[in-house]
């Protein structure tokens, strides 16, 4: 059986539907390229790397990525600072 994955309390798993219009976007033609998988085994969520956060799209039975856009500096930490407005 498989076990769950463990997360720490109060981070958000953020894992968000993609829809046909974004995978075209990314240059994916989902009936040509990927006949046998559908919308819902794609998915959106933020990632760290060594280059830095991106949002990425993926297959999420292979994780093969599909698309990874540069996100913000420290991804999900929001620092106050930044809503100031000097």
Partial sequence: ???AVKRAPGVPSRREDVT???????????????PNWTISDFKRYPVLSEGGWFIV???QKTLRSISRTPWHLQGPIEVM???LDI
């Fill in 81 to 83: 600072s930044s809503k």
């Fill in 57 to 59: 799209i993926k297959h």
């Fill in 1 to 3: 059986m498989k076990e």
């Fill in 20 to 34: 046909e219009q974004e995978l075209r976007g990314a240059g994916v033609d989902l009936d040509r390229q990927f």
